[in-house]
């Protein structure tokens, strides 16, 4: 969701979980909303993309396993990879407003 978010959104950082509820990875998932995802998944809401992007290891912090334990989400490193990936791209190539 955070993938989607950021690509949707000229490379921003969601504010909330309600701005992920809205992404098409949360409509596919439906009716698994963001109540679902807040019980296993702890997002960091106050980072922005620019720390992420000067700081890509901040990534394994701003979106962990409520846990805390990785061996949970075994593919967490790829997935935020990812995010990290779609965020640098829509930085560079902003996609313009929607009119």
């Given amino acids: 969701m955070v993938e989607d978010y950021a690509k949707t959104h000229n490379g921003n ?15 596919r998932l439906a009716p698994l909303d963001s109540s679902y ?6 997002v960091d ?10 700081d890509p290891e901040l990534i394994y912090l701003a979106v962990m ?4 334990k990785y061996f949970v ?13 779609a965020i640098r791209e ?7 407003p929607a009119r």
Wanted: glycine residues 4%; proline residues 9%; aromatic residues 10%.
């Fill in 45 to 54: 809401f106050t980072v922005r993309s620019e720390q992420l992007i000067s």
């Fill in 73 to 85: 989400y075994p593919h967490a490193r790829r997935d935020l990879d990812k995010v990290l990936q």
């Fill in 65 to 68: 396993p409520i846990s805390g």
């Fill in 90 to 96: 829509a930085k560079r190539s902003p996609t313009p």
């Fill in 13 to 27: 950082w969601p504010m909330s979980w309600d701005d992920l509820d809205g992404t098409e990875t949360a409509m």
């Fill in 37 to 42: 995802w807040r019980k296993y998944t702890t």
